[in-house]
């Protein structure tokens, strides 16, 4: 007996062999791209072979870099083009104190020989880097003089962080002195033979997804906590800074008296109690004190914060009274963490307003609210939730106008006497 192939067998088959195809167009695409890739990645390696050629070729006392410790003409960044490719060129050249001679102090000369680092980035078709590393000695390698920086930079349990950016700047300086070093395993990076300077050497510890430290000059903070360095010829000046991975707080503003409603765009005070030293009256200075505002949903996520034990406070001027808070203040973020927090609002005079379809009762969501006091020269505007509600709060008592609009809706108007905790519910005709 003939058997057919039925409408669904065919439907299927094709759908099979369309797979197959896409697999394979997708294959083909990636392995264009690993191919790329490797050849992006070949070129860099010839850029970084090149590059450390040249600088061997230099006199041992040319091999610096523009604003780096040893200083010299080479420019610690720069961009090259091959075969239509960018690729970032990062050179980095630092004295080197040999353990075998001593280290600073007892080794007034710690500058014994110089080690190059180059890197070289890129991003298409996917990021990577090839990095090469070599060490020079000079014939006048131990003249050089100076002190040394020992930098620790540590996470908040006294564990050193790897690959931290620890940048070093001194503008006082002739040459001026703006270089970047990364830690080692130790979370330790020890630069040697620089110049002796009186509190001018900054110093910005940070890494990637990291919070950051630093030190501050005086004319910024009258006290800091960590001044400027301060280097001396033949000695060691040791330096801690403390970072650790960033963490996120989600706060949302809400009624007090009814926590499910959220109060939108609510300006508020978040503060941490770290500080980085005191003003001139002695008065603490926050590392971390900013003003924000929730969105039209009464949310905002903070995020890169800092691990640290925040306040969250309203300015007394806006009428509005933060009641409570939910967790209880203050609020403890440790790093790598995340938080949500909730602050209960409420004021003397405030407006919640429903917006419901006059046919059917159903809430109206995405509605524009506009609240209007002409006397006063209020006017806000606010859209309803998925409840259709939404709240307007700080008010002072008296007349508004009620504006309430919507694409499917006719513009609805209607004045208000607010006085105290005022309610109501607007009834919008469809289109």
Not at 210 to 215: A, K, Q
Request: hydrophobic share 35%; charged share 20%; aromatic share 8%.
């Amino acid at each position: 007996m003939n058997q057919g192939v039925s409408l669904i067998e065919v439907i299927v088959a094709v759908f099979l062999i369309t797979l197959i195809f896409v697999g394979i167009l997708g294959g083909y695409a990636l392995l264009i791209k690993l191919i790329s890739f490797y050849s992006a990645k070949s070129i860099a390696l010839t850029i970084a072979q090149e590059k450390l050629e040249a600088i061997k070729s230099l006199n041992y006392q040319e091999i610096g870099t523009i604003g780096g410790i040893p200083s010299g003409n080479i420019p610690p960044e720069e961009e090259i083009v091959r075969n239509n490719l960018k690729f970032k060129v990062e050179t980095s050249v630092s004295y080197v104190d040999d353990p075998a001679d001593q280290l600073a102090p007892q080794d007034p000369q710690p500058g014994d020989y110089k080690r190059i680092r180059i890197k070289v980035s890129f991003q298409n078709p996917f990021p990577g880097q090839v990095s090469l590393e070599t060490y020079i000695s000079g014939p006048n390698a131990e003249e050089i003089s100076g002190g040394t920086l020992k930098i620790k930079v540590i996470n908040f349990e006294g564990v050193g962080v790897f690959g931290a950016k620890v940048e070093l700047k001194n503008p006082t300086l002739s040459p001026s002195i703006d270089s970047t070093y990364y830690t080692d395993q130790n979370g330790e990076v020890l630069i040697s033979a620089l110049p002796e300077a009186i509190e001018s050497y900054k110093v910005i510890v940070s890494k990637e997804g990291y919070s950051s430290d630093r030190t501050y000059g005086r004319d910024g903070v009258a006290n800091p906590l960590k001044p400027h360095l301060t280097v001396l010829t033949g000695k060691v000046t040791e330096a801690s800074f403390a970072i650790d991975k960033v963490s996120s707080l989600k706060v949302s503003s809400v009624l007090a008296s009814n926590p499910e409603t959220k109060v939108p765009y609510l300006t508020f005070n978040l503060r941490g109690e770290k500080i980085i030293g005191t003003d001139s009256l002695g008065q603490p200075i926050y590392k971390y004190q900013n003003q924000l505002t929730t969105s039209e949903n009464g949310e905002i996520l903070i995020s890169n914060l800092e691990g640290d034990i925040y306040h969250l406070s309203l300015d007394p001027d806006t009428g509005i009274t933060l009641e409570d808070t939910s967790p209880p203040q203050p609020i403890t973020l440790p790093p790598n963490s995340y938080k949500e927090v909730k602050l209960l609002v409420s004021s003397a005079n405030y407006l919640w307003v429903k917006a419901i379809d006059a046919s059917t009762s159903e809430p109206i969501f995405g509605a524009q609210v506009k609240l209007e006091n002409q006397e006063t020269g209020y006017q806000q505007i606010q859209p309803t939730d998925s409840k259709g509600e939404t709240v307007f709060l700080g008010l002072e008592s008296g007349t508004y106008t009620l504006e309430i609009s919507h694409p499917s809706y006719q513009t609805f108007t209607q004045s208000l006497n607010i006085s105290g905790a005022t309610s109501y519910e607007a009834k919008l005709n469809p289109r």
